[in-house]
């Protein structure tokens, strides 16, 4: 499971032919949309997020943000979690099995062994059956079986003529030591062995796009795919060989052919195998969800619609609840959002999130001395940060000294110690000075522009810098998202969400080519950690090389984290169902759950 960019980018995934103006009228209604007499069945239900949807696939770097990724939740095609999948998380982050959708089993420790198996009869939301297929095409975009690239860090290329096929927002790692898998004869059950052991063996979902839309996108059966796939030999890096056609024109499409900016009008890009399939779609506006007349399992919703309405402004999300135009509401708070709902009487969900704002500083341009990288974090003002935007909502907030733990989490006091993080706690100007040496670096820093505790964030870190001698420009943008990683820039302010479970974060953003690895950091002795941490079995080792991989990170300058991010939902009493979750998936996590209050 990927970390996601959270809500501050643009994160964390069947039928489409309605109206813009249909779509604005359905956006702003909350009552049911039939004649039913028993209010709990029916209807629809109007919800707001932050940011905007961009793409039906959540599992690349530049679809990897939180609105994607809770569509992707509801239909089933994220290669994370999800209700169409074999697995999703409780709120306590414990796994929650989907065993109408198949089951999964370890039938052998040495080696570590895994079976996967699909009830018969299952369906794309197309009619097409899900097969084995699809959880073998799902193993190559995850295990990057058939690469052979050597990639250069500094520039994301291969070296050796190589090729990397599939750009995943998270790793490889753990799924990349396994054999190719054994499929069963009736082409249900798949089961993958593993070299070495793997920590999250357990969270690990081989289902995601649809094999057969693919296979059609590449130009080939689905027959010809598998038998492409069961043909080709494992990528060798020493002995890279040419793209094979077939493979390359399916990782092409899976990698941008998602990405969208209006209504597809190819319906195969809203295949999928959730108890939601998607039926509008307004850019910068809103996406609208149906029950998928396909989908044959109990987390079927008992209203009829969902709308997911992106409004950026946390203040504008609660005018849109006191006001009916929305049910309930998924805002970023800042330091009026809490009273403004307690004024509006509303329903509050709140709770801690495993999500976190930070900085992160490019090894690239003025940022490549080390000295200039140390000179910078020296001016940042994390303690007025803090109080300007987490402690109206929290009192008890402190600014965060960990890229890897949070406060609540028994490791964050050791952590804290071996990183020293808790020393650019307030600006030290003079020191940067110093460091600086006379230089005036210019530096660039990227945000999302219709975030306000983003700007905030920014305008504070821009006024105490330049006291220092730093000339910061704005390159701020609300397309901030798709930025990440472009070189535009030197520094970027957002979020990281994490699922509430497993290490996956590990390997994508710390380890040199990680897919969330944006910044372009690349440290030999991090890279052995992250990948010790894959194999680890042994909770206080794997306690002991993350405390490793953040003093080393804290070591190298590489950024600084600022606070975690309060959670909050909030209702107007028009649903029932609605409850807090820290995790990746947000407010929809239980949405099939809700219904419409009588």
Known sequence: MAVIRSRGKRVVSAIALASVAALAFSGCTTAPQDDNDDDSTGGTITIATTNAFTSFNGDTPDGNLDTNGMVGYLTGVSGGLGLGGFLRLNSDFSILKNEDFGTYEKVSDDPLTVRYTLKEGLKWSDGEPITADDMLVNWVINSGYFDDAVIDPATGEATNGGTQYFTLAGSTAGLDTTDFPEISDDNLSLTITYAEPFVDWELVNLMGKPAHVLAEKAGVSLEELIDTIKKLPKGDPDNPVKANSTLKAVADFWNKGYDVTEMPTDESLLVDCGPFVVSQFTPESSITLVKNPEYQGSLEPKYDQLIIRFIGDASAQVTALQNGEVNAIYPQPDANTLTALEKANAVLHTGDQVSYDHLDLNFTGPFKDADVREAFLKTVPRQQILESIITPINPEASVLNSEIFLPTDEEYADAVAASGYDAFEEPDIDGAKALLDGKTPTVRILYNTENPNRVDSFQAIKQSAEKAGFKI?????????????????????????????????????????GGGNYNGYSNAEVDKLVDESQVTLDPARLSEIKIEIDAATAKDFYGLPLFQLPGLFADNGSIKGVSHFGGQSGIVWNAQEWTIAE
Do not use: C, E, R, V
Not at 487 to 506: C, E, K, Q, R, V
């Open 473 to 513: 420009k704005d390159a701020g943008s609300k397309d901030w998202g798709s930025l990440l990683g472009s070189g535009s820039y030197d520094a970027s302010i957002f979020g990281w969400i994490s699922p509430g479970a497993g290490n996956a974060s590990l390997p994508q953003i710390f380890k040199t080519n």
